[in-house]
Structures are given as structure tokens and as C-alpha cells.
């Protein structure tokens, strides 16, 4: 049945007309709509008549504003292309409006779409006016970067990379465009709309034939920005003016940080930059000071993870590590730490690399190698600062391993970071440094792990039922564990998996930490003299009730804080 046949069953056209109405349409390439309109035929019928013929739902999006969440599901070039749109998420499926159910390439795209972001779809026929304004909704970042984009002056043309060995041009030209106020607004777009979207990073990069800028949103990288390489060069040169970088300096990575206010608070920046093959790629940090460093109590640790840092703190001297990798959250924790200290009554010190966080009352210092201000150097000279507590951003090397163990000994409270794999390897890592083992035992207090993991977002998630593997790990993981530790342990009958709704699109919002926390004792004391090897440090910490980064997470998992989905990545 033809779209002709239907609109003359349900009595809006006649079935004389459809002959002359058929000529009409191939004479005009098939536009059957076109011909249906002039002949008085109402849009509502026509769509109704579509419905009922590619068996699609009608949708009507009259009033409907589509959240820029459900529109980062298909990127706004493939929408405009293919004439569909994300329109909603509904029962874990994705909810696509399209205008034209017969354009087969448009449906290979939504499949492959489907497919890629591993969602299903349901199809809805929806008016072209209607998919007019989905592709306004999409005026957001891209669209205010594409408004100053058009402002830019025509002369600003894409330049071929220089190849390796070419001189440097000279800055007359950049200096000029940098300058231009379309340039300063899409940096500026791309600042408030990473803000704005808790992005922890935005990296900008020439990838050849286009600019690529992506934000990093709890932990994850996604694509928010697409540019014409024509302004890499102008948008690089403003952000190295604003981070007092050298403009000329194109052959060397250099380090930098800026502040701006955003959305009336003040916001800082610390930017990267790395000479990449087709042009600098630019990093930045966000660093939202007025957020704050948030109190211990609200980092995710455990009661007997809190109480033992909590006695840590209290110590007068002592050496405290926590290990993780880059991107972990040490720093935090270490800034947490510090801001529970009262730096009225104790002299306060840092040494770090960079400065990320301004903390009242305390004197923090960034080391610069480059010069011979190094961490060591820098530990050296902060001993005859008369501190009480002293930070050190992290332990790399021999030297500065010993002479933190050494203030440490000295009556200092020492605070940093160490790259292992758990907290058990926090001691052979530091006999390796050539620490001796009996100057470990009087001085390390605490050994931390850290890892983060995604918050699955409040009244969602997909019940699990806790049995077969998910029963069989938790019973061979906590099993290793002493009874009396054991009982502690909050078993659920059932987990969660990640299950996105309409209001969270990915199904986790933000993220926090899972632990685990080795504390010196005296059975300890004598496994690092006689035998301190990964293993049976571990054997001792098991005694001591210490839970494992994974066994955190599960506990974590059964109270549905974070999805299933992420214990398993531990």
C-alpha cells in the first residue's frame, strides 16, 4: 500500500485525484509531500499517513527541549547529514526521531550507532519542523563556537606543519590573530562549557585534517569539539598567552597556569603543552578552587580506613605513602589530609610538582628541576624551615626516599606519594630505593592504595542478583578474611548494573575512591626486618582486617554506590 492509498482510504484525498497526484510527484523527482501540500493536504495527515505506512510511532516534539545529554549520543554532523536525532531515553533504549524512514543509509548509521554505544533503538517518525528544532538544541558548545568562527577574518588560512628542521615563523602574523575577539571567545566557549560539564581535563589537538577537543568527564575521554585546523595556531597562541608561555617556543613542551572567572567563581587552569607531528597539543587541567578539597569523611572510606588515618594525623611523627597510579586521586587525598590539620598550631610545608590547590595557612612551593630545585633539594632546604609537617608531591627517586625517611626519624610528620601496585608493595618499593629495613619500621605509619571508580547515579541501575560468579568471588575474596572482620562485611542480595535513564544518559555521574590501608604494627615491624616481600606483608595486612581495592569496591557494590561494571576493572 502507497502513502496515496492510505490518505484515500482514511477519506483526505480522493481516489479520482491519485492518478493526476502520482504525475505530479514524478514529475517532481518523487516528492510526494511537496505535491500533497499543494494540493491542501495538512501536514498532521500526511505524517499520520507516513506513520501508519513504515508501521513507525508519530512523535510530536511541539514543547519538547531535548537535553544536550541525550543529543551527545549522535554527533550534530551525522544528525544534520541524516536527517534523525536522539529524542529521549526510555526502558535502557535510545529513542531516535527520523524524518525520512526510507533513506537506508540513515538507518545503517542509527544501527551503527546503536551498536558502537551498545544501546538499542526505537525508531519515531517526527515532522521536518520538529527535527529543525532538535538541530537548534544542539546550539551549544558547537554552536557558539561556530558563530565565532564565521566572525574570524577571512585571511586566517590553514598552514601546512612546518617540517622537522624548518625555522620557526615569526610571530607578526599569530600574534595579530591571537588577538582577534572570535579566537578569545571559542576559548573561552570551551573553558565554560568544560566547567560547566565537570570536565577534569580538556585536551585540544591538531590530528591532521581537523582539531579535535575533548573533555574528560569522570575518568572517561569523549570528543565534544570539532575545529578547522586553519585555527590551531591562533587558538594554542592564546592559550600560551594567558599561561605566560613563550609564543616562539613550538619545538619544546612547556608548563603554564591561568585563572578566569566562570560562571562567578573563580577557576584555575594548568596548562601543558607537547610538540606533537601536525602542531602542539594543548592539555589543561581544570582546578575549580571554589569547589574545595572535601572533608575525609566524605572521600569514600571505610570507618576503619578513616579511624586509621585519622590516628595517622594525630601522630607526631611518622611517614605516611600513599601509592596509585597517575590519575588516581593521591593529590587529593593528600590535600584532603593536610586540611584537617591545624595549621594555626604546626608549621605546614609543601613541596610539589605542580602546585594544584591553594591551602590556607600553609606555605606550598613548586620544585623546578630545570634549575636544581628539585625534590630532594627542596626537602633539604625545608628542614631548616622549622616545619612540623611536611609534604612531599612524591617519592621518585633514592635521595628523596631517604631523606624523607630521615625527617620523618628527625620528629617530622611526612606526607607523599609512591607509584606501586597495592599498599603491600609500598615497602619492598622503598627497600628497593635503598631504604634500609630497620628505618622503615620506626618511621612508616601508614602504607595507602587508591583507585577511582564512577558513582552509579541515585534511583538507577539494573538489580543483579547476587549469585553464581558474582556469589562465587565474593565468597573465594572474603573468605582470605578473619571471621571477626568478616561479619562486618555489608552482603546485599543483589548488585547493580549500570542502566541509563533520561536523566542520566550514562547511567554513573561523578566518582569516588576504593581503598586499602596498611598500618604498622608489630607483627608487621618484624615481616620488614626478617622477611618484607609483597606476599607476606599481605599475610600480615589480611590479619589486620585490611580490605583490598576490589574488596572495597564490592562492599561498595552491595550498599549500590558504584555498578558492578566497576569492581570487575579492578
Not at 353 to 382: C, K, W
Request: negative net charge.
Amino acid at each position: 500500500m502507497t502513502l496515496l492509498e492510505i490518505l484515500a482510504e482514511k477519506g483526505i484525498v480522493a481516489r479520482e485525484d491519485l492518478p493526476v497526484l502520482s504525475e505530479r510527484a514524478s514529475a517532481l523527482h518523487g516528492d510526494m509531500e511537496a505535491v500533497l501540500i499543494k494540493h491542501g493536504v495538512a501536514r498532521e495527515d500526511i505524517l499520520s499517513g507516513k506513520a501508519e505506512l513504515y508501521g513507525i510511532p508519530l512523535r510530536s516534539l511541539e514543547g519538547e527541549d531535548i537535553p544536550f545529554e541525550i543529543l551527545k549520543y549522535v554527533p550534530e554532523e551525522s544528525a544534520s547529514f541524516y536527517h534523525f536525532a536522539p529524542i529521549g531515553l526510555k526502558d535502557g533504549a535510545l529513542e531516535i526521531g527520523i524524518v525520512d524512514p526510507d533513506n537506508i543509509e540513515a538507518l545503517d548509521a542509527i544501527s551503527f550507532t546503536s551498536s558502537k554505544l551498545g544501546l538499542p533503538y526505537k525508531l519515531y517518525l517526527i515532522s521536518e519542523q520538529d527535527f529543525d528544532r532538535v538541530l537548534q538544541s544542539y546550539k551549544g558548545l558547537s554552536g557558539e563556537v561556530t558563530e565565532a568562527l564565521s566572525e574570524l577574518e577571512t585571511d586566517l588560512t590553514h598552514e601546512e606543519p612546518a617540517a622537522v628542521g624548518t625555522p620557526e615563523k615569526g610571530e607578526g602574523h599569530e600574534t595579530r590573530i591571537i588577538e582577534d575577539a572570535p579566537v578569545t571567545k571559542i576559548v573561552a566557549t570551551i573553558l565554560h562549557y568544560a566547567v560547566e560539564g565537570n570536565a577534569s581535563d580538556i585536551h585540544i589537538e591538531h590530528m591532521g585534517g581537523e582539531v579535535r577537543v575533548r573533555f574528560r568527564v569522570d575518568g572517561v575521554l569523549s570528543t565534544s569539539l570539532i575545529l578547522p585546523i586553519k585555527v590551531h595556531a591562533a587558538l594554542a597562541a592564546r592559550i600560551k598567552i594567558l599561561s605566560n608561555m613563550r609564543l616562539d617556543e613550538k619545538r619544546k613542551p612547556q608548563d603554564g597556569r591561568f585563572s578566569a572567572r566562570i560562571e562567578n567563581r573563580r577557576v584555575d587552569f594548568r596548562v601543558s603543552t607537547f610538540p606533537a607531528y601536525y602542531g602542539e597539543k594543548v592539555v589543561m587541567r581544570i582546578l575549580d578552587t571554589e569547589k574545595g578539597v572535601k572533608p575525609l569523611s566524605e572521600m569514600g572510606l571505610s570507618e576503619r580506613n578513616l579511624t586509621l588515618i585519622r590516628e595517622a594525623l594525630a601522630r607526631p611523627y611518622g611517614m605516611v605513602l600513599i601509592s596509585g597510579p597517575t590519575g588516581s586521586g593521591k593529590s587529593t587525598m593528600l590535600y584532603t589530609m593536610l586540611n584537617e590539620i591545624d595549621r594555626e598550631k604546626y608549621n605546614v610545608l609543601s613541596l610539589e610538582d605542580p602546585v594544584e590547590y591553594n591551602i590556607p595557612g600553609m606555605s606550598q612551593s613548586q620544585i623546578r628541576p630545570e634549575i636544581g630545585y628539585t625534590f630532594a633539594a627542596g626537602l633539604r632546604h625545608t628542614l631548616r624551615q622549622d616545619p612540623d609537617i611536611i609534604m612531599v608531591g612524591e617519592i621518585r627517586d633514592k635521595e628523596t626516599a631517604q631523606l624523607a625517611v630521615q625527617a620523618a626519624l628527625t620528629g617530622h610528620l611526612v606526607f607523599s606519594t609512591i607509584h606501586t601496585n597495592n599498599a603491600a608493595g609500598v615497602i619492598p618499593r622503598l627497600i628497593d630505593m635503598g631504604v634500609d629495613p630497620f628505618l622503615i619500621v620506626p618511621t612508616l605509619v601508614l602504607a595507602m592504595a587508591q583507585r577511582l571508580v564512577q558513582l552509579i547515579c541515585p534511583n538507577t541501575g539494573k538489580p543483579v542478583p547476587v549469585d553464581g560468579s558474582i556469589k562465587a568471588m565474593a565468597d573465594k575474596t572474603f573468605g582470605e578474611l578473619p571471621e571477626e572482620f568478616r561479619r562486618d562485611i555489608p552482603f546485599s542480595k543483589d548488585v547493580l548494573e549500570i542502566a541509563p535513564t533520561a536523566d542520566c544518559p550514562k547511567g554513573t555521574r561523578g566518582r569516588t575512591a576504593v581503598f586499602e590501608i596498611l598500618k604498622r604494627d608489630r607483627e608487621l615491624e618484624q615481616v620488614i626486618l626478617e622477611n618484607p616481600t609483597e606476599g607476606e606483608i599481605m599475610r600480615v595486612a589480611r590479619k589486620q582486617g585490611m580490605l583490598t581495592m576490589k574488596e572495597d569496591a564490592m562492599v561498595k557494590a552491595f550498599r549500590h554506590e558504584i555498578p558492578w561494571e566497576e569492581v570487575n576493572k579492578l
